[in-house]
């Protein structure tokens, strides 16, 4: 386990920064360490009409401790300010026992639109009757992912009755896909199995696709912090506790300023995301599809006080991401970025995802809530123009 304190990791320059964390990793860094690690040529294999590679920074952010483990978190990303956030909160919630993080088994939904049903009621008996024979052929269609110990563990059918295609019945198939993302394997089942879903049911199966609000596959995060670890310049630790209180309470009733809130919680998520092959836009769908479950649109995190007074932050929300599969493999930076985090598995990896995100909604709110966002913001800024204008006399 390499300590992610990285002490003075911000005041080096890039050569030494790149030397310590090749030597306190022991870890061969180099695809890391150059222009993104991707060469035109695997570019050329990933998608069409590719022309180029695109490059973003990526920054490891330090002093994380998640369940009691030191973990170094890579984050791609073009914004000033966010890796030294998420560094920054990461410190101060080190210092009160690190985050909590969980997520759920990786249960993605695949969706199966049922049309020109003359009997919806009867139809949707016959699926629930079936189900035993409809995972069955889930499973038939995808082996590997049985032998992997994923596979299809149920279904659910839902009645859509606003919809103008009415009546209209959606069969859902619940789908463990273990350290992949999954988006493949499900769409692949789903399509093999939609013949014998048109058979038991009588209908016409229409679209066959998973669904990004993967609200069984909840990633989760929380932490506790000693006001004491808050204080800000003139105001003192509680004061920035319950400053930072009344921002969230403003998120909380008002969803032009959740979006925002909700905004700087995604800032710490997608680099990360990003950083290890896996596909934000996925990750946005779901985070703001749940965000609005309610009806109302929310903020994802929540924050209050617990008896000792402590500041206590929690966030969940769904988190289709892999280990394995897709870019994680193909692209050579986030293979590296994963076999920096240590993470074995796809719950693991959203467990601290979610920790990067409550971290990054903590530091915008810190800071709105004493200083305003743009003098942190501005400073960076400025040193990073200097850097440029420096660098290459502009
Ligand atoms: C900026 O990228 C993110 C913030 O606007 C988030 C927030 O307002 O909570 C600072």
């Known amino acids: 386990m390499t300590d992610s304190r990285l002490a003075g990791f911000y005041n080096l320059d890039l050569a030494q920064r790149q030397a310590l964390l090749s030597a306190s990793t022991g870890l061969d860094l180099s695809p890391i360490f150059g222009s993104g690690g991707l060469d035109p040529a695997r570019a050329d294999?990933?998608?069409?009409?590719a022309v180029g590679v695109f490059g973003l920074p990526l920054g490891i952010a330090a002093n994380f401790v998640v369940n009691g483990k030191d973990v170094l978190v890579p984050m791609a990303i073009e914004e000033a300010s966010v890796v030294a956030g998420a560094s920054h909160i990461a410190k101060l919630v080190r210092e009160s026992g690190g985050f909590r993080a969980e997520a759920d088994p990786s249960l993605m939904i695949g969706?199966?639109?049922l049309m020109d049903l003359d009997d919806p009621v009867g139809a949707e008996s016959a699926l629930m009757a079936a189900e035993t024979e409809i995972l069955a052929a889930a499973d038939a269609a995808n082996p590997r992912l049985l032998e992997l110990g994923g596979?299809?563990?149920?279904i659910e059918v839902r009645r859509i009755e606003q919809s103008s295609f009415a009546p209209n019945l959606v069969m859902h198939l619940i789908y463990d896909t273990v350290d992949s993302m999954g988006a493949n394997s499900v769409?692949?089942?789903?399509?093999t199995i939609a013949p014998l879903i048109e058979?038991?049911?009588?209908?016409?199966?229409?679209?066959?696709?998973?669904?990004?609000?993967?609200?069984?596959?909840?990633?989760r995060a929380s932490c506790s912090i000693?006001?004491?670890?808050?204080?800000f310049e003139q105001y003192d630790g509680e004061q920035v506790r319950d400053r930072i209180l009344e921002a969230y309470a403003f998120a909380a009733a008002d969803p032009y300023r959740a979006a925002t809130h909700n905004k700087g919680i995604m800032n710490g998520i997608d680099a990360v995301v990003i950083a290890t092959g896996n596909d934000w836009r996925a990750v946005e769908a779901g985070a703001h599809a749940f965000a609005a479950r309610s009806g109302r649109y929310r903020p994802l995190s929540r924050w209050s006080t617990d008896d000792r007074g402590q500041l206590v932050g929690e966030l969940e929300l769904p988190m289709a991401i892999g280990t394995v599969g897709g870019a994680t493999r193909s692209h050579?930076?986030?293979?590296?970025?994963?076999?920096?985090?240590?993470?074995?598995?796809?719950?693991?990896l959203a467990g601290i995802v979610a920790a990067v995100g409550l971290a990054q909604n903590l530091a915008a709110l810190r800071a709105l809530a004493t200083e305003g966002i743009q003098r942190g913001h501005m400073g960076l800024h400025?040193?990073?123009?200097t850097r440029v204008e420096g660098t290459h006399h502009e």
Do not use: F, K
Not at 45 to 49: D, K, L, Q, R, V
Not at 151 to 154: L, V
Not at 226 to 231: D, R
Not at 332 to 348: D, F, G, I, K, N
């Open 111 to 113: 969706q199966i639109q």
């Open 199 to 219: 058979a038991i049911s009588g209908g016409r199966a229409h679209l066959r696709i998973l669904s990004n609000l993967a609200d069984r596959r909840l990633a």
């Open 45 to 49: 294999a990933m998608i069409e009409n």
């Open 226 to 231: 000693q006001p004491q670890t808050l204080s």
């Open 332 to 348: 050579p930076v986030a293979q590296v970025c994963l076999a920096l985090m240590q993470v074995q598995t796809a719950r693991e």
């Open 151 to 154: 596979g299809a563990r149920g």
């Open 382 to 385: 400025a040193r990073q123009l």
């Open 187 to 191: 769409n692949t089942v789903l399509e």
